[in-house]
């Protein structure tokens, strides 16, 4: 079992930044890709940003690439999201997850989810 608890969401204005927080327990954190989702109301849950176990290799999606960076620091078993210029269209509630793989659809493992919400 991984449990992730997550923090740092909030309300903030179009154009401004966030960064989310995640913190793993349990099983050996670093041998899981981590990852990030998000579902806007009324919207199906869709994937944000991953990254490869040792950190090497991130993925995004192509709505948030280049105003989001996914980082770990797997000393601290974190994962971090920095969202920066931050649009509306953001708004979600944003979900830490794990898995052995980079590229699913399917996490093994979610967090609890944090609300952002991008005022224009």
């Known amino acids: 079992q991984v449990q992730l608890v997550v923090s740092g969401g909030g309300l903030v204005q179009a154009g401004g930044s966030l960064r989310l927080s995640c913190a793993a327990s349990g099983r050996t954190f670093s041998n899981y890709a981590l990852g990030w989702f998000r579902q806007a109301p009324g919207k199906e849950r869709e994937f944000v940003a991953a990254?490869?176990?040792?950190?090497?290799?991130?993925y995004y999606a192509d709505s948030v690439k280049g105003r989001f960076t996914i980082s770990r620091d797997n000393a601290k078993n974190m994962v971090y999201l920095q969202m920066n210029s931050l649009k509306p269209e953001d708004t979600a509630v944003y979900y830490c997850?794990?898995?052995?793989?980079?590229?699913?659809?399917?996490?093994?493992?979610w967090g609890q989810g944090t609300q952002v919400t991008v005022s224009s």
């Open positions: 997850t794990a898995d052995p793989a980079v590229i699913t659809t399917t996490p093994d493992y």
């Open positions: 990254i490869s176990w040792r950190g090497g290799v991130t």
